[in-house]
């Protein structure tokens, strides 16, 4: 099993006292499959994926990426984790303002030395940037930016894909077309997927779904 989690938990402090946002949460993920995690703003679905993402540590549980518990990791290997393993898709694009397209979409591989200027030059044609390669992000329309994330981290090789909403910033068109290309080209690569969304119609595209409600597991499906 490429991803296990076991009996998850994650508190944060309030003012009040400390809120438990993630209740004992399990689930497995195998290479090559795609889930969604679906539910209410607050139930809990971002702090599970960065929790997955090593972007934060839990109160208890465990996280298990091919063999290795990523809570036991300091913050230097969990960044060398995502490096490697693990590639994160973000709802707010995340690139890098002074950066041109071509460099923002190498910037991972890079990182973790595994950059393949053919395969970011493949990649960047099938993701239709091929004419924007030199232009600068704030020059790019929302869905084009989300496809210069989209290619950023599949050309590292990830073999476990994260997006947050990954969508949600752009109009029902734009957002169908985006996911096209992000479904085809992690089907091909043989990664596994686990996607936020609060559109069941996007949901409904993925293998399986997880349905949040006040950070426990409420419903799990095909």
Known sequence: MLLTVDHLTKTY??????????????????????????????????TLLHLIGGLDTPDGGAIVIEGQDIARLDDRDRAALRRSVVGVVFQQFNLIP?????????????????????????????MGLTPHLAKYPEQLSGGQQQRVAIARTLVARPRLVLADEPTGNLDEATADEVMDLMLELVAES?????????????????????????????????
């Open 98 to 126: 002074s950066l041109r397209v071509i460099d923002n979409i190498a910037f991972q591989a890079r990182l973790g030395g595994g950059y393949d200027a053919n395969g970011a030059a493949a990649l960047a044609d099938r």
């Open 13 to 46: 402090p309030g003012a009040e006292g400390p809120v438990t946002v993630l209740r004992d949460i399990s689930l497995a993920l195998a290479q090559g499959e795609t889930l969604a995690l679906t539910g209410e703003s607050g139930s809990g679905k971002s």
């Open 190 to 222: 043989g990664a596994a997927l686990m996607m936020v969304t609060h559109s069941g119609r996007l949901a409904a595209r993925l293998g399986r779904r997880l349905h949040l409600r006040a950070g426990a597991v409420v419903e799990a499906g095909a």
